[in-house]
């Protein structure tokens, strides 16, 4: 399949390189234009010097971007995605729904958009173990399977457009929140004297221990030894469109709001581009 993509951050690029891996004939685009040459490069296919020509290209259009108004920069314009040709608009990173309806109210006639978000780190990427929401029916997921085996081991089709969105706020939600739960558990653990290893042991062992803690136990103990995976300010973000969410649909989240307090904090404290692991170190610097 002729398939483009845009956004080659910590993600994107294990995802456009298991694209590229499946046999799928891969165009990239990258606001920033060394990493689209060097992923090229490596992977002998092509690179577009704008979006337009990515669309143009292709015929369908992956976009891992980092928030609504970056997605809106690349798909508007004249040279923006939707001046080109490409039928499919693929959005796999974390939106809005608002931003999803957006999309498609301004995709060109005949084309389509599906929001199709993923849970998994970036090691989850590299080894193409992504779990991906599509905000579609299976019928319309059909065709795209092969582009979503390629990045991921399984996809759960939501329904209807804009759905994939909501549901990954609410999962992001629940990391965040393990995230914060968990800075406070090993700082409580710590103040009784506990080694951080031992005290990690145990919560690893204990009915509490989620699948992100144990990949991300070398982070929590070590964070300066580790590369970053996902920052306390992406974290912030994705926690302020998720509250807004709430409000309008009217929902309670008292915890999500302390977890987004606690991020606005530490993204003050110098920590926004710090792993969002660090919040370990941000609760242990606010003890009492």
């Not at 314009?77 to 796999?92: H, N, Q």
Request: aromatic share 4%; net charge negative; proline share 4%.
């Amino acid at each position: 399949m002729r398939v483009g993509f845009a956004g080659l951050g910590r993600m994107g690029a294990h995802m456009a390189r298991n694209l590229s891996h499946a046999g799928h004939d891969v165009t990239l685009w990258n606001r920033t234009t060394d990493k689209s040459q060097d992923l090229a490069a490596e992977l002998g296919c092509a690179v577009a010097d704008s979006p337009r020509a990515l669309s143009n290209a292709t015929e369908v259009v992956v976009t891992m971007l980092a928030d609504d108004l970056s997605s809106e920069e690349v798909h508007r314009g004249p040279d923006g995605l939707f001046a080109g040709s490409a039928v499919t608009y693929i959005e796999m990173g974390t939106m809005s729904p608002d931003h999803i309806a957006w999309l498609a109210e301004r995709a060109p006639i005949g084309a389509r958009v599906i929001d199709a978000p993923v849970s998994g780190a970036t090691q989850a990427a590299a080894d193409a173990q992504l779990v991906i929401m599509a905000g579609c029916t299976p019928e319309d997921a059909a065709p795209l399977k092969p582009l979503f085996e390629a990045m991921g081991t399984k996809t759960l089709c939501l329904g209807q457009r804009g759905s994939a969105a909501v549901m990954k706020l609410a999962v992001n939600s629940l990391i965040h929140g393990i995230n914060q739960t968990l800075a406070e558990a090993m700082t409580l653990a710590e103040a009784g004297g506990i080694a951080p290893e031992a005290a990690f042991d145990v919560i690893e062992a204990s009915a509490a221990c989620a699948p992100m803690l144990k990949y991300r136990r070398p982070l929590y103990l070590n964070e300066a030894d580790h590369n970053v995976t996902f920052t306390v300010s992406l974290a912030r973000k994705d926690m302020e469109v998720t509250a807004e969410l709430a409000g309008r649909l009217g929902t309670a989240m008292p915890q999500g709001k302390v977890t987004l307090d606690k991020l606005v904090e530490a993204e003050a404290a110098g920590f926004g581009t710090r792993d969002m692991a660090s919040m370990l170190n941000f609760m242990r610097k606010d003890r009492l």
